[in-house]
C-alpha cells in the first residue's frame, strides 16, 4: 500500500503531466473555396479526420490562392510553408516524369479505375523515384481532358493553329502533332488569358468548369480520349514523418486507396453531369471525331506514348503493369 507521501507525490506527478497536444496541420487546397472538390471532397475528408481524430489530429482546411495556388503548390509543401496542398502535378514542370504516364493518350476510360490502379501502382513503389519531398495522401487520374474553345474550328481533321492552354510535355505534343499550338500558362490565369484573346482555349476535363467558370470563356467543346492528369493530395515528408504515429494512422484510414477511388467516382459522376449542363445549354456545341478521323488521331499520336517510354527510365515497365491494374 502507498504510503500517503508516495501518494501525493504520485498524484502530483499525474498533474505535472503536460495533456497530448493536438497536431494541427493546415490544408491548402489551391482550388477555389466554391468548386465541387473544395466543399465535398476536400471539407469532407478533413470532417471525417477531425471526427476520428479529435485531441490527436485536426486537418485545417484553407481554401482559394491565398496560401498557396495552382501555380506553387508543390514548392509550398516542399519548403515547409504549408503542410499540405493539393494540385495537378503536370504543373510542375520537369519534377514528376513517372506520373506524367498519366497524360498519355488512349490510355485509361474512367477515372474511378484509373485512379484506383494508379494508387496501387505508387503502393508497389514504381514511382517512390518521385516522392522524396512528399508522402501522397490520396490522388486521382481525371476524366479524359477535352479541347474546350472559344470559337469553332472548320473540321476535326486538325486543330488548324489553336492555341490551346495545356500542361506539361505531353499534353503539349500531343496537341502539336494535332497541329495545335500549345500554350504554357498558370491554370489561374487561364480565364484571363482566353478572355482577351491570348488564348483560343484551354485542354482540361469538364470537371475544371465550375471552380475556372471555362462556360463564360469557352462553347466549342471537342471530346477525344487524348489524355488526362493525375491530381494529388499530399503532405510534406518530414512534417509526416515527425507526426505521432497515433496521427499518421488516423489520416490514413481515411486516405489512401478508398479515398482515392471516392475521388475518382466523384470525377466521374462531375464530369458526366457537367457535360450534360453544358449540352442543354443554347449557344455551346459538343463535337467529337468521326471514327475514320479517331483513328487518324489515334495514329498520329502514337509516337507521344513512344517517346515518353523512351525518355523515361522505367516507363516501358511501369506502363505495362499499369494497364494490368487497369484490367484488375
Not at 60 to 81: E, L
Not at 197 to 214: I, K, L, N, S, Y
Request: net charge negative; glycine share 8%.
Amino acid at each position: 500500500m502507498l504510503t500517503r507521501i508516495q501518494a501525493l507525490a504520485a498524484a502530483a506527478s499525474l498533474v505535472a503531466l503536460p495533456a497530448l497536444a493536438t497536431e494541427t496541420l493546415i490544408f491548402a487546397t489551391a482550388s477555389p473555396p466554391q468548386g465541387p472538390i473544395s466543399t465535398v471532397i476536400f471539407d469532407g475528408w478533413a470532417e471525417r479526420i477531425n471526427a476520428d481524430g479529435e485531441g490527436v489530429v485536426e486537418i485545417d482546411v484553407r481554401h482559394g490562392f491565398t496560401m498557396a495556388s495552382p501555380g506553387n503548390f508543390y514548392d509550398r509543401v516542399k519548403d515547409g510553408v504549408v503542410p499540405i496542398s493539393w494540385g495537378l502535378l503536370v504543373t510542375v514542370g520537369g519534377r514528376f516524369p513517372l506520373t506524367g504516364m498519366a497524360n498519355l493518350p488512349y490510355l485509361t476510360d474512367d477515372a474511378e479505375t484509373a485512379s484506383v490502379a494508379f494508387w496501387r501502382l505508387y503502393e508497389e513503389g514504381y514511382l517512390d523515384d518521385e516522392y522524396h519531398d512528399i508522402v501522397p495522401l490520396f490522388l486521382t487520374v481525371f476524366p479524359h481532358s477535352g479541347v474546350h474553345l472559344s470559337a469553332p474550328i472548320p473540321s476535326l481533321d486538325s486543330l488548324h493553329n489553336a492555341r490551346v492552354i495545356v500542361g506539361g510535355l505531353t499534353n503539349s505534343m500531343t496537341l502539336q502533332l494535332l497541329d495545335g499550338v500549345p500554350l504554357s500558362i498558370n491554370p489561374a490565369d487561364a480565364y484571363e488569358a482566353i478572355q482577351r484573346g491570348t488564348a483560343d482555349g484551354r485542354f482540361v476535363p469538364w470537371t475544371a468548369f465550375p471552380p475556372f467558370r471555362m462556360d463564360e470563356i469557352t462553347s466549342y467543346h471537342i471530346e477525344a480520349p487524348i489524355g488526362s492528369s493525375v491530381g494529388m493530395a499530399f503532405i510534406n515528408r518530414e512534417i509526416w514523418e515527425d507526426l505521432p504515429e497515433a496521427a499518421r494512422e488516423i489520416i490514413m484510414r481515411h486516405s489512401g486507396e478508398e479515398q482515392s477511388r471516392l475521388l475518382g467516382r466523384f470525377f466521374d459522376e462531375q464530369n458526366a453531369g457537367i457535360r450534360a449542363g453544358i449540352a442543354a445549354r443554347e449557344g455551346h456545341e459538343i463535337v467529337s471525331p468521326s471514327p475514320e478521323q479517331s483513328a487518324a488521331w489515334q495514329e498520329r499520336l502514337a509516337p507521344v506514348t513512344a517517346a515518353w517510354v523512351e525518355r523515361t527510365p522505367g516507363g516501358e515497365a511501369m506502363l505495362e503493369r499499369f494497364i494490368e491494374l487497369l484490367a484488375e
